[in-house]
């Protein structure tokens, strides 16, 4: 009897982490938002993709470097599409706070507000008409008191591609730079 119940503990299914009591879920403390710099993106095109992340109050996330090994990072990930290449990923510096649980030692941290963003191409090959790029930003949301299980929240950036030479206007100037990005040379649209 003794060996039937170990094998059917060995054997069910292992269930995510319940919420800690009285704490809101991990997705509904940070809310992302996805910008693109350009509309449309012409191909031959470097354009940016912004990640806004509002952080609910009384709650933090690690930066992208935290502290130490064991703490989980912030980090976006996106599936490019064929024709649509990775230039760089930018994560902002984080800020150093002390909290109740870790008073000698401050840790790295993202609070309130904060823009994560991808600079891609979009390359000789890209498909045109519009584009939904799938970015997945993984973080784990704390309190002084307590951490919520760590996720990955499925954000979609939606933009228009265009031929290339075609007219694309700068937008959302609130997140990025005024300066528009440059034609890249054709030896790096191959």
Do not use: W
Not at 21 to 34: E, N, R, Y
Not at 80 to 86: C, D, E, N
Not at 124 to 152: E, F, H, S, W
Not at 153 to 181: C, T, W, Y
């Amino acid at each position: 009897m003794l060996l039937a119940v170990s094998l059917i503990s060995l054997t069910a299914p292992r269930c995510a982490p319940a919420e800690p009591q009285g704490l809101p879920s991990a997705a509904a403390v940070v809310k992302p938002q996805a910008y693109v710099s350009l509309d449309p993106v012409p191909r031959g095109r470097e354009f940016e993709v912004a990640i806004t992340v509002e952080i609910a109050r009384g709650f933090h996330m690690n930066s992208h470097k935290p502290s130490d090994d064991y703490l989980i990072p912030t980090t976006i990930t996106p599936q490019l599409p064929s024709g649509i290449k990775l230039a760089d990923t930018i994560y902002p510096a984080g800020q150093l706070k002390k909290f109740a649980f870790s008073p000698n030692k401050p840790l790295d941290v993202y609070t309130g507000s904060v823009t994560l963003k991808l600079k891609l191409l979009a390359q000789a090959n890209a498909a045109l008409g519009n584009m939904t790029i799938p970015v997945t930003l993984r973080y784990q949301a704390c309190n002084d008191a307590a951490c919520l299980p760590p996720v990955k929240v499925p954000v979609n950036v939606m933009l228009e591609i265009a031929a290339a030479g075609a007219k694309a206007r700068a937008v959302h100037a609130e997140v990025f730079s005024a300066a528009s990005p440059a034609a890249v040379p054709a030896n790096l649209l191959k």
